[in-house]
Every structure is written in C-alpha cells, then in structure tokens.
C-alpha cells in the first residue's frame, strides 16, 4: 500500500500553534469496557515509523509538550477530505493519540471514519517548533454491532528529513487480540478490519 501521499509526503513545517495552544479533545483511551456506551465501539491499531524514531529527533521542551513524546496524532474524520496545507486547530478534533511502536485502544462512535494524516512534533523549545506530517488516505470499517475493532499497524518507511516513501498495513492481529483479551477481558471479540485505501 503506497498511501495518499497528497500530504506533501510527510513535510515539516512550523507548527508553534499546535505546541502553546490546548488541543481539541481526541478519541479518549479506554480504561474499562465499562466505560463504553451502547453507541461506541473500541478501535485498536499501532503506528510504526521505519526507521523508528531515534534519540534526539525529538526536542520538546516546552511546556506542556510532555504527552507529544514518541507519540504520532492521528488525524481523522467521519467526511473524507485531502489537506492541501498544515491541518487547523480544528482539524485535530477526535484525534487518536498513537504511541509509537505500542498499540492504542480507543473509544470512538460506531461509525466508519477515515485517518486524514498524522502529526509528529519534533522541536518545541523557545522559538524553534516544528512538526512532521504523515499522509492519510485510509478508511476504518466499522459496522453494526461492533464493539472492538483492529485496524492493523500503520508502518511509515521514511527518512532522516521524515519524507514517506511508502506505507504498509500489518496485519498483526494475534498480538493485538491477545493484548486485548489480557487489559479488557473476553466480554467482547476483537474484530478484524484493517484500514483500507480510499479510492
């Protein structure tokens, strides 16, 4: 899977709005299924970057940048849509905070939805902030029912300047559901539905 790379394959760009401002609320983690409503569904994933982020990459000193650290923000949304530019404020609404290389498990509404890019923060001292951004174009199936989703590892092959050369989906269900099956118990079947491309 080559992905859309219409997000200027993963370019940098200043991103100082993004590290002193509060941002809008994501697709909260899960703690217990009993936190789930009738009308939600748990989506669990990984994002790998290739190579994997290595030390120094990541310089956040400012404060309240503590929760970006080896952490890739999904962007996503229920309409499909191609960001021509850096994502506004209002575009991180819903977004899924993916710890890298560490599977997420998340409480979403029961509906399909679409991974629109991601965001990297690399620097955030003083003056210097930048971020790294990584193409989208990939939708999550969710039907009817559903409870808990896996949507498989999103692996980012890149280089040193986080340029995306391609993506691939993993299918590394075994270890998710197991990971699964050990936090939340056997209450509910972890369905298989890797992301797929939007045509």
């Known amino acids: 899977m080559t992905g859309n790379l219409k997000l200027a394959t993963a370019f940098v760009l200043l991103g100082g709005m993004l590290t002193s401002c509060v941002l809008p609320q994501p697709r909260a983690e899960l703690g217990n299924l009993s936190e789930l409503r009738s009308d939600e569904v748990v989506i669990v994933g990984r994002v790998d970057l ?11 000193e400012a404060l309240g940048t503590g929760d970006a650290v080896n952490k890739v923000y999904l962007l996503t949304n229920e309409h499909y849509r191609v960001f021509e ?14 710890p890298l290389g560490k599977n997420f498990f998340v409480r979403s509404s029961a509906k399909p939805f679409y991974i629109l890019g991601g965001q990297l923060r690399l620097t955030a001292r003083g003056d210097d902030m930048s971020s ?20 498989g590892a999103i692996q980012y092959y890149r280089d040193e300047f986080f340029e995306v050369s391609r993506i ?32």
């Open 85 to 98: 530019q850096e994502p506004r404020m209002s575009d991180y609404e819903g977004y899924i905070p993916a």
């Open 132 to 151: 790294a951004y990584f193409p989208g174009g990939m939708k999550v199936s969710v039907k009817p029912g559903d409870k808990a989703v896996y949507i």
């Open 50 to 60: 290739v190579p994997k982020l290595a030390e120094g990459e990541q310089k956040l």
């Open 168 to 199: 691939v989906i993993v299918d590394d269900y075994d270890r998710a559901n197991a990971e699964f099956k050990r936090t939340y118990g056997a209450k509910y079947s972890l369905r298989k539905a890797l992301v797929t491309p939007v045509k």
